[in-house]
């Protein structure tokens, strides 16, 4: 049987194809940016919690999420499960939802996971002289407007330089579920909007976090350890 199908042509007789038809979210949004890393929608949703747009107790609305960053759904749920390894959500047994857990207390927990991870470099009694120097963390803090107080900031870069001795799994974990939460929700920011008034003054803070790079740079792991486990203290929220 002889195909009578007509293929439409133009003036000068060359097929015309007819334009794909774009679907009105992929028209109105830029593909890579609904794909964006993972990574980069949980610092976002973090930087959300810092200024108060989300609570503890509060429900993360997926969808609400996707819209307000501009990114696929399904990448907001990726990010909320990290966070949940992180310990910084929890599911909402009648719902399946993401709850923030994370609390005014709850950068002392990071902290006190920080005196773990840094034992165990200190364990392996590495030569700070030998490690690269990790490069700059490109943050949600910037993007958001927020601010690290210099001490904990000067903490954070001493962390990710010592971490660079960790396997690169444990490292990548080690930054996910730790420093990142405390680099956005450890902010001057998240702690005026969440009530955190640390237990001492930024300068006796600072002069700890001075310690911590001292007694590395020396060598003198046994100290080290133990400073951080002091300095998680002096952060932790002033209950009196």
Known sequence: MTD????PTSTDGAARVAPVPRCRR?????????????????????????????????????????????????????ALHDLRRAGLVNTNPFTGGAVVVWH?????????????????????????DDLPEPGPAISARARHGLVLPPDLAHLLDLVRLLVLTLPEASRRQVLAEIVTPLSVLGTTTAMRVHGI??????????????????????????????????YAVALGADER
């Open 26 to 78: 992929c028209a109105s949004s830029d593909p890579v940016d609904l794909l964006r890393p993972v990574d980069e929608v949980v610092e976002m949703l973090l930087a959300d919690v810092a200024v108060g747009r989300w609570v503890p107790g509060d429900e993360v609305d997926v969808r609400s999420a996707s819209v307000e960053h501009g990114v696929d759904e399904s990448v907001v749920r990726l």
């Open 197 to 230: 008034v640390p237990a001492i003054s930024d300068d006796v803070r600072g002069v700890i976090v001075d310690l911590v790079e001292v007694a590395a740079h020396y060598g003198e792991w046994d100290d080290v350890p133990v400073l951080v486990a002091d």
């Open 104 to 128: 005014r207390r709850h950068n002392e927990v990071l902290l006190r996971r920080l005196v773990g991870v840094v034992s165990v470099v200190a364990a392996r009694r590495p030569s700070l």
């Open 4 to 7: 009578t199908t007509q293929i």
